[in-house]
């Protein structure tokens, strides 16, 4: 069908960071998946890291 999706999560870089290093102090982050919400701290590492990637936006 030719149209993009736009998945906001409006939280902080280093929130998620510290997520991933100390999960069960963020058992109830939730994060926008495509089409989905998920616990932050229940999805593999490379999609944690992938939602990460998404917050490190710049405007040129």
Known sequence: MGG?????N???R???LAAQKNPRDYD???VRITGYNAYFTSIG???QDEVIART???LT
């Open 45 to 47: 590492r490379s999609l």
């Open 10 to 12: 409006v939280i902080s």
């Open 28 to 30: 109830n982050l939730l």
């Open 56 to 58: 490190a936006q710049e």
């Open 14 to 16: 280093e929130t998620l």
């Open 4 to 8: 993009t999706a736009l998945q906001a």
